[in-house]
Each structure stands twice: as structure tokens, then as C-alpha cells.
């Protein structure tokens, strides 16, 4: 719980890197992108930012790279830079897969997560998509990029997609009725965003 923990320390060690970073690479990168009259900066953030996850600390820094990318759209719209706030998946990192225990309730989760490179892949067809500027200021899920042009992982696999309805539903504890529902349907933007606590 968030009042059991060291408040300055908890905050500082989490958005410290995270928040804080972010403003301040955005901040820079953009004084050298509105003298080109292009540009594109991408926060990493994740879906802590609209519903609870991890801890408090982190769900509210993540809300905020979210705000971030779109405070900062309406302010690079007329230098032709953008900016989104992408969503990875989980991702299996060095440190998930070192300790990821058999016992831990997220493994399955992780297993079917992202490598730390399918990120960047998102990131290399963001950054040549002639209507980028149509994008920004959005939240941008690494899974919706891949679906829209075509690409896997780099090992082959196509990571797990928390907008397909069978995956929520199968999540939810009804695998039965989870292998039922096609693979094509999923869950609209719009529902996602009423998920949220913020009305």
C-alpha cells in the first residue's frame, strides 16, 4: 500500500526515470524536431495509466506520459511533430524472465508477452508512416500497429492482444467459452477509455 512505503523514495526511484525522464527528453528532442518542421517522440507508457497496476506511484506516472503526449500534440501540431503514448503488452524482459517463478499467477501472461525488440519494431513503422500527424496525441497499442501492417515478433510469435475478445474473456476464467469467440473480434477504443475512473 502506498502509505506503508517511503513516499519520496517510492516516487522519485519510479518517475524519477519514468515521468520525469520523458518531459525532459520530449523537451529537448522537441527544441531540435520544430527547427526541422518534423519529428516524431514516442513516451512509453502502459495501460496502469487508465486502470489500476503495480502501485500507485506507477499508475499515476503513467497517466501522466499519457497526458504528456497529448498536452504536447496540441502544442507541436504546427511544427508537424508528433507525438503518441505507446502501449506495449507485457513484455519479457531480462528481469521477467530471470524471475518469473512457476508458481507466479502472471507467468502464462508473460510467456505469451512481447520481446523488448517488438517495441522497436512498432516504433520503425510509426516513424515512416506518411499520416503519422493523424496519429498523434492518441495512445497507440503496440498490438494494434502489428495487426495493421502485417508484422510478428522477432521470434515468430504474434504477442498476446488484450483487445481480442477471447483473450479477456479467457482471462476472465471462461476458457471454454473464450475458444468459442473469434480471434478477429475486438474490443473498440471507445469501451476502453469508459473502463477508466475518470467520469
Known amino acids: 500500500k ?3 512505503t517511503e ?4 516516487w ?21 524536431m520544430v527547427q526541422r518542421n518534423s519529428g516524431l517522440i514516442i513516451n ?13 506511484a506507477y499508475g499515476v506516472g503513467k497517466a501522466g506520459c499519457d497526458r504528456m503526449a497529448a ?8 511544427s508537424n511533430v508528433a507525438m503518441i503514448s505507446l502501449w506495449p503488452g507485457p513484455v519479457k524482459t531480462e528481469f521477467i524472465s530471470d524471475n518469473m517463478t512457476a508458481n507466479n499467477p502472471m507467468k502464462k501472461v508473460f510467456e505469451q ?14 516513424a515512416v508512416d506518411p499520416n503519422i500527424m493523424s496519429r498523434s496525441g492518441r495512445i497507440i497499442m503496440t498490438s494494434d500497429v502489428a495487426n495493421e501492417y502485417g508484422f510478428k515478433d522477432i521470434d515468430g510469435s504474434s504477442p498476446i492482444d488484450f ?5 479477456l474473456v479467457a482471462h476472465a476464467g471462461y476458457p471454454g467459452i473464450a ?13 476502453m477509455h469508459f473502463g477508466s475512473y475518470k467520469f
Open 113 to 126: 508477452g512481447e520481446t523488448i525488440e517488438f517495441a522497436g519494431k512498432v516504433c520503425a513503422h510509426l
Open 163 to 167: 483487445r481480442q475478445l477471447h483473450v
Open 71 to 78: 498536452d504536447c500534440a496540441m502544442e507541436l501540431r504546427k
Open 12 to 32: 522519485d526511484m519510479i518517475n524519477g526515470v519514468g515521468l520525469r525522464g520523458h518531459y525532459i527528453c520530449t523537451t529537448l528532442a522537441s527544441q531540435m
Open 44 to 56: 512509453v507508457s502502459s495501460s496502469g495509466g487508465l486502470k489500476y497496476l503495480f502501485n500507485v
Open 7 to 10: 513516499p519520496i523514495n517510492t
Open 2 to 4: 502506498f502509505w506503508e
Open 179 to 191: 475458444s468459442w469467440i473469434p480471434g478477429f473480434l475486438r474490443m473498440p477504443h471507445w469501451v
